[in-house]
């Protein structure tokens, strides 16, 4: 009987060993593979100490993430590259090319979304970029077929129609889903819970936040689901919200202007649920 119960023991230990590769192996395949882009160290924003405190919400929430940083112009380069987004379960990007008429680069990251299905997380000026795409041209410059509200530099859309033929213009707003061009002083904004959804189901029904920007809506596509609702004073506006893109979806968070924003529970909880969700969601 002894003989047998060490039997039994032996086989069940190295089941457990064989087993335990297997497990590990399981346990890295749903390790959520996060890319964070950013530019460093911003003119009007403290992208710095952001990358900081983001790299600890990720350890916290157990990514793997890999931080793709430099100078301003050098960043704007690198989404050149095809595919730069590509291994990623969702990528974050928390940048401010505002007067950029690199088309290129915006049509290269659209395209990790719309094309290669990487859903995406835009964080406050990231919503303030490439605006000669929509914001500082005249009604009609996309042409006849375009049916959005857009108003894109007439010179840029013939440069691009020239070297690109039929390839869509990137017209950025329509790529954030909220458009926006400017923003109110800096003042605390109430951010009112729209809707029950898993990039807020942590975030209470109200809360305020300390000085910070609240971005206007200058136009909103259909599709665009609003999260979160900001009041200052007398101004309100949609400051975060999903909205489908292609082959994934884009989340749009407004606030985040200030450090002390990211400091701030509420708002780490929305920055890491809205990843976790678009990871799960569109996990390839």
Not at 119 to 127: D, E, F, R, T
């Amino acid at each position: 009987m002894r003989i047998l119960w060490l039997s039994l023991g032996i086989f069940l230990i190295s089941l457990l060993l064989n087993d335990q590769p297997s497990r590990l192996q399981a346990e890295e395949s749903e390790t959520k593979k996060i890319l964070y882009f950013t530019h460093e160290p911003g003119t009007y924003h403290r992208y710095t100490p952001q990358l900081a405190i983001f790299r600890q919400l990720a350890k916290q929430a157990g990514w793997e993430l890999t931080v793709m940083t430099g100078d301003h112009e050098a960043q704007i380069k690198k989404l050149r590259t095809p595919d730069f987004g590509k291994e990623f379960d969702a990528i974050v990007y928390n940048f401010c090319f505002a007067g950029s008429r690199d088309t290129e680069a915006a049509a290269n990251l659209i395209a990790q979304t719309r094309r290669h299905g990487v859903p995406a997380v835009l964080i406050h000026c990231s919503m303030h970029s490439w605006w000669p795409t929509f914001k500082s041209g005249e009604p009609g410059s996309l042409g006849p077929e375009y049916r959005g509200d857009a108003k894109a530099d007439a010179k840029l859309v013939t440069e691009w129609r020239l070297t690109q033929g039929d390839r869509p213009f990137p017209v950025w707003g329509d790529f954030t889903g909220v458009a926006s061009t400017t923003h109110g002083p800096s003042q605390p904004i109430t951010m009112q819970r729209l809707a029950k959804h898993p990039a807020t189901r942590r975030f209470p029904p109200e809360f305020v936040t300390g000085n910070t920007e609240l971005y206007n809506n200058l136009y909103t596509l259909d599709e665009v689901v609003p999260l979160i609702r900001g009041v200052q004073g007398e101004e309100a506006a949609t400051i975060m919200w999903a909205c489908p893109q292609g082959k994934a979806e884009v989340i749009g968070l407004t606030v985040g202007h200030d450090v002390n924003d990211w400091t701030q529970k509420p708002y780490q909880n929305l920055l890491i649920d809205s990843v976790n969700y678009l990871a799960d969601k569109y996990n390839r």
